[in-house]
């Protein structure tokens, strides 16, 4: 029992651990709440000196003491860095609410005179201290006007950038949601043309084995023939993509002639694409045939999925010819891809 006791009290934190451990934490709260505040603080006051400097050099090159104008125009700039946060406040709370761009026009409209007149003395308090400044609106009442007015063009200049921002935004956001809606729908599209390609020529394909084997096994093993470049065995391709083409050649074409025939599939690099060519020394196209008016299931199924898959490649992905040796040649053209930049739903 001691010697528990003992362990205990070891383990325990020690009271000043107990009131130090609170504050660290409070700590790291302020510094994650008011870092980006200050941050952004920065940022403002940095990017109004940068408008004053361009302001201020060419004034100074024409009007004299020099340096009285730097510093009016700095003061001047920085006057409206103070008032920028609660434009951006205003913005952030009140017109990203609205949706009608009119209801903005005037919410902003209403507010640039109090906002110009703020920074009329404003920018006055700021520029008293300098003696040498007598332009400034609090030392010379004439100049009143002519800050209210500069004022009310600078304060339409902020609020019509901070409006670009939003609706650049909003714009850029709108397109990344309709893309994710677009890939979404692909990817369902996909799905459903898998579904209805898979079991049909999955069954078909078992049933063609099971009878070509059991008829003449031979003659099965010896149908068909590949030829595939090494460097493309790694290459990505959509699933059941070949199956039903092969099916149509023997069933649409070899399976016409009295002697039987073969189907050689091959596959080799094309430039940047990867060509798959399943060709069959059968019976050949009908007379009048076309691809845009075939109604055969696979063909159909097969050209719609590479429509989605390859949009870019059109009419190149997918082309039926007659031999003239006789037969038919089926040729897919697709981007090359490795396993690492395969699409999702092919």
């Known amino acids: 029992m001691n010697q528990t006791r003992d362990v205990s009290i070891a383990l325990s934190p020690h009271p000043r651990t107990r009131m130090v451990l609170p504050r660290l934490a409070h700590s790291r709260d302020w510094i994650a709440k008011w870092l980006p505040r200050i941050r952004l603080a920065a940022l403002i006051f940095l990017a109004w000196t940068v408008v004053g400097l361009f302001e201020a050099l060419p004034e100074t090159l024409v009007n004299s003491p020099p340096w009285?104008?730097?510093?009016?125009?700095?003061?001047?700039?920085?006057?409206?860095?103070?008032?920028?946060?609660?434009i951006m406040w205003i913005d952030r709370k009140l017109a990203a609410r609205q949706t009608s761009?009119?209801?903005i026009v005037l919410l902003f409209l209403v507010l640039s005179v109090p906002f110009s007149l703020v920074h009329t003395y404003l920018a006055g308090a700021l520029l008293y201290p300098v003696a040498e400044v007598s332009w400034s609106p609090l030392r010379n009442r004439d100049f009143v006007i002519?800050?209210?007015?500069?004022?009310?063009?600078?304060?339409?200049?902020?609020?019509?950038?901070?409006?670009?921002?939003?609706?650049?935004?909003?714009?850029?956001?709108?397109?990344?949601?309709?893309?994710?809606?677009?890939?979404?729908?692909?990817?369902?599209?996909?799905?459903?043309?898998?579904?209805?390609l898979e079991p049909h020529f999955l069954f078909n394909a078992l049933n063609a084995i099971s009878s070509e084997l059991t008829a003449s096994p031979e003659l099965a093993r010896e149908n068909i023939r590949t030829d595939v470049k090494p460097e493309m065995l790694s290459a990505m391709v959509p699933s059941m993509l070949l199956q039903p083409l092969v099916e149509n050649a023997i069933r649409h074409g070899i399976e016409g002639r009295i002697s039987g025939g073969s189907v050689a599939v091959s596959a080799a690099k094309s430039c940047d694409h990867l060509q798959i060519d399943v060709v069959d020394d059968g019976i050949g196209l009908p007379r009048g045939w076309a691809m845009e008016r075939s109604s055969g299931h696979?063909?159909?199924?097969?050209?719609?999925?590479?429509?989605?898959?390859?949009?870019?490649?059109?009419?190149?992905?997918?082309?039926?010819?007659?031999?003239?040796?006789?037969?038919?040649?089926?040729?897919?053209l697709v981007p090359l891809r490795s396993p690492g930049t395969a699409r999702n739903g092919s």
């Open 298 to 332: 696979g063909l159909r199924v097969t050209r719609e999925r590479l429509d989605a898959l390859y949009p870019e490649s059109g009419e190149k992905c997918l082309t039926m010819r007659h031999r003239e040796s006789g037969g038919t040649r089926v040729t897919i």
């Open 101 to 103: 761009v009119a209801r």
């Open 146 to 196: 002519y800050y209210y007015l500069g004022g009310w063009a600078t304060y339409c200049g902020i609020i019509g950038v901070l409006q670009a921002f939003r609706f650049y935004h909003r714009d850029l956001t709108g397109r990344l949601q309709l893309e994710r809606v677009e890939r979404s729908l692909l990817q369902s599209r996909l799905l459903a043309l898998r579904l209805q």
């Open 68 to 86: 009285a104008v730097f510093i009016g125009k700095i003061l001047d700039a920085w006057a409206w860095a103070m008032l920028t946060p609660a």
